[in-house]
């Protein structure tokens, strides 16, 4: 088998993968870009763009059902899922072809779109099994993995007797489910759970953990748990899945451990959103020499560089927040890096993510738990949502905005905004402290009246008053 040199490889077309070619063909290099399935990663495909699309009619179907508290009156309302997978899968299209377009444009000017697996066979050496059954065999100087990270499988006793689904599976379905079961309470089950209840679906949401969302602050996982339990789901914590097994009719029965003992709920579907594994297995980065982490994640430096000199990592696969928009910054960093001879790293970025229940949580920066630990002198604003007039005049009062301030320097340390928008307003108070604004500049600030972000000038003037 022949080897072809490359100047650069990318393995995996996700966000941060995507642009590389792009801009390393445009800057002369001679790239390969290899992607198994399809263009776009998890975010296009089978995460932020579709899952978001999905959210956006299940909140239409749950505003339609307040009407009347606005004077509007309409009929019953109800929910055609197939018509939500086929707008949903529209979207995603659409998008996956806009990216797979600008890709094919440089299709032999510098770019060669490999669609098949990759795995290496030494540290700058890689196999490719072609979708046409060809294999290739290409090697280059650098060499960059963004292969992601995919759902955990459920492994509890049974598991392998009924259809569980997974954050993919569950948005391909046509009907609704009668009675949804879900473990795990991060931000895959709370998401879902919402929207489908939201759809009309009984819901049910087994948490091993103490609460919802571990990492977050006492009081917004209790506030979440509060929104969910008022719009009828119902959320079990500290409860532990033991055993699932088939019924009749396609039914299913999940044994649970709770604080008062084994129970057992009867459902139709089973949605495992406890986690999710990096995609490496096949890459056999082993046979390059790679170092991997305890749960197989690629580790690398602050630079993105894995222990083989020229091999980076970006995105999900290397461990970290799995957002998409730190692939992006991760493609940023090696950009500057290896592109302008800058000098780029990890250390000190803010990584804000927003979960996209309704009302969104929006965050950035220290928890108040996290500042404590650490020993900091802070202060801890607070204002609930329904003293802010944009969101009473439009009904939108759930939640709460919490800031975490330094009390020597009024620098801004992090923020949870849980309300309408929530990750909209949090960016403010994100590029405040990217700025190192002090927090009264948002506390004497002029905001147009009414919005929502005029909240923050109410929320820091709660320090003072």
Wanted: a neutral charge.
């Amino acid at each position: 088998m022949t080897s072809t040199n490359y100047d650069v490889i990318v393995i995996g077309a996700s966000k941060g993968g995507r642009f590389f070619p792009i801009d390393f063909a445009k800057a002369g290099r001679k790239v390969a870009l290899i992607e198994r399935d399809q263009i776009g990663g998890v975010c296009v495909n089978f995460g932020c763009t579709p899952t978001k699309t999905m959210v956006a009619s299940a909140r239409l179907a749950y505003q339609a059902r307040r009407g009347a508290e606005y004077g509007v009156h309409a009929g019953p309302i109800s929910v055609d899922l197939r018509t939500v997978r086929q707008r949903k899968q529209g979207i995603v299209e659409g998008v996956r072809n806009s990216h797979e377009s600008r890709l094919t444009a440089l299709q032999g000017r510098g770019l060669d779109l490999l669609m098949g697996e990759a795995h290496f066979i030494a540290p700058k050496t890689l196999e490719i099994s072609l979708k046409d059954g060809e294999t290739r065999e290409i090697t280059a100087p650098l060499i960059f993995i963004d292969t992601g990270d995919r759902p955990e499988q459920l492994t509890i006793k049974g598991a392998e007797s009924v259809p569980v689904l997974n954050s993919t599976t569950i948005m391909e379905l046509d009907t609704l489910p009668e009675h949804l079961l879900i473990t795990g309470g991060g931000y895959i089950g709370l998401e879902f759970g919402q929207m489908f209840r939201r759809f009309s679906s009984q819901v049910t949401i087994i948490q091993p953990r103490p609460r919802l969302l571990m990492n977050e602050d006492e009081d917004v996982s209790n506030e979440i748990t509060k929104i969910l339990r008022e719009e009828g789901i119902t959320v079990l914590t500290e409860t532990m899945p033991q055993q699932i097994e088939p019924l009749d009719g396609g039914r299913m029965r999940l044994t649970i451990r709770t604080p008062q003992g084994e129970q057992q709920i009867t459902g139709s579907h089973l949605l495992a959103a406890t986690g999710r594994v990096p995609n490496t297995e096949a890459l056999t980065p082993e046979a390059a020499g790679i170092r991997l982490d305890k749960d197989g994640y690629i580790q690398v430096n602050e630079r993105l560089e894995t222990n083989v000199p020229g091999i980076y990592a970006l995105g999900d696969v290397k461990g970290g927040p799995a957002f998409t928009h730190v692939s992006l910054d991760d493609f940023r960093i090696v950009r500057t890096n290896l592109l302008e001879q800058g000098n780029a790293s990890t250390r000190g970025r803010l990584v804000p993510h927003t979960i996209f229940i309704d009302p969104q949580l929006g965050r950035v920066g220290l928890t108040e738990n996290k500042a404590r630990k650490q020993g900091r002198n802070i202060r801890v604003a607070k204002l609930p949502m329904n003293a802010v007039s944009r969101a009473v005049e439009t009904g939108e009062t759930r939640g709460f905005m919490k800031a975490i301030v330094d009390a020597d320097t009024q620098q801004i340390l992090g923020c949870a905004i849980l309300g309408a928008e929530g990750g909209e307003i949090m960016t403010i108070i994100q590029v405040a402290m990217m700025g190192k604004l002090p927090y009264t500049a948002l506390r004497d600030g002029i905001f147009t009246h009414p919005t929502l972000a005029e909240g923050l000038k109410a929320l820091f003037m709660t320090l003072d008053s």
